[in-house]
């Protein structure tokens, strides 16, 4: 196996997309309801019951429709197509697209065929029930009147920072932070380096004397190495910095000059290394596109508080106790005591 990188280290191993397992196509209908009745709870306006749905059965497929005469043109497909009519009332692909956006990671994932008929139910039984509801005056309901009102404010929220934030972030201040991206990300120095790692020392050792004799290091690495991963590169591990290895490994490997072998084996907890440098360089340091995204994602949270303290600063504030008193007033720290003079010193005696 490759010297453990230094992420490795702590035992965490990089987190890639996990594996998902796609259930028996007769479970599937059953398993979507089921994750699908659980992620619509969480949005559905006035908490719609969905256990009626989990026994529907899919609807039939449709017979396909006759194929069209060769001499007529298809219609043109709409931007935002109607889905479903309820009384009359139209519902779009638009609705489709922004309750999928309200759902659960692992549930977007999901093949749209898959979730649209539970989808479209949902947003029928939606729509019925709001419909109910306005039909009953509950849109004039000070309750209702009082939610609008917070939904509007936090959407106000959003949109006010979303404006100062596209005016603040310009290119000058994206320069900026590159600049001072690459002044605390300075180019490390990389080493492209083979390696053959084996058990024991004399084992080790025996190898680099066949390498001394001229013995082919690639040829030797895939029949000896037990790290099999580079072995069937021939030992290569590619560019890496020395912190990304472990450090007896890291400092052999960053001592030595490009052509070199390693005249002793270096242990490490793996076992015994034999190392042969190809290549220094430094490490090419990032363009302003490639980390683009991840500096205006820290200007951002930049922008965001300063724009808060700056309408602080603006703002007359006047904070209460819960149950409305003022505040208790907070007592100025109390000067530091000035030291007394020390005493003079007597006259020595004669």
């Known amino acids: ?29 059953a398993m979507v309801q089921r994750v699908f009745r659980t992620a619509l709870l969480s949005v559905a306006a006035c908490g719609i019951a969905l256990a009626a749905h989990a026994q529907t059965p899919a609807p039939a497929t449709p017979a396909p429709a006759a194929p069209a005469p060769a001499a007529a043109a298809a219609p043109a497909t709409p931007a935002d197509p109607v889905v479903a009519r309820v009384n009359g009332e139209e519902l779009h692909k638009s609705d489709v697209t922004r309750m999928v956006s309200q759902l659960p990671p692992q549930v977007q994932q999901m093949p749209i065929e898959m979730i649209y008929p539970a989808v479209i139910d949902q947003l029928v039984s939606g729509k019925l029930v709001s419909s109910a509801g306005y039909k009953a005056g509950l849109a004039d309901s000070a309750e209702v009147k009082d939610e609008i009102k ?8 959003r949109a006010y920072i979303q404006k100062e934030i596209k005016a603040r972030i310009t290119p000058e201040a994206l320069n900026k932070a590159y600049q001072d991206y690459l002044k605390e990300n300075p180019a490390q120095e990389e080493v492209k380096a083979a390696h053959i790692l084996v058990e024991k020392e004399d084992e080790a050792k025996a190898i680099i004397a066949q390498l001394k004799k001229g013995g082919d290091f690639a040829k030797l690495a895939k029949e000896k190495s037990k790290d099999a991963a580079a072995a069937a590169q021939g ?26 072998i390693s005249k002793e084996p270096v242990k490490t907890q793996f076992g015994y290394h034999i190392i042969k440098v190809e290549d220094k360089r430094t490490q090419p340091q990032p363009t302003l596109d490639e980390v683009k ?25 006047e904070t209460f106790q819960l149950d409305g008193s003022p505040m208790p007033k907070e007592e100025p720290a109390a000067a530091p005591a000035t030291p007394a003079p020390a005493a003079p010193a007597e006259p020595a005696k004669k």
Do not use: C, W
Not at 244 to 251: C, D, G, K, L, S
């Open 235 to 260: 030992g290569d591990l590619g560019y890496f910095t020395k912190d990304a290895m472990v450090e007896p490994f890291a400092n052999a490997a960053f001592a030595m000059k490009p052509g070199e």
């Open 293 to 317: 995204p991840q500096l205006e994602q820290t200007l951002s949270k930049d922008m965001v508080t300063a724009l808060v303290e700056e309408l602080r600063g603006k703002a007359k504030i």
């Open 1 to 29: 196996m490759a010297p453990m990188p230094q992420t490795m280290r702590n035992g965490r191993r990089p987190i890639g997309r996990p594996f998902v397992k796609h259930p028996p196509e007769g479970n599937r209908h």
């Open 150 to 157: 917070r939904a509007e404010e936090r959407a106000v929220q």
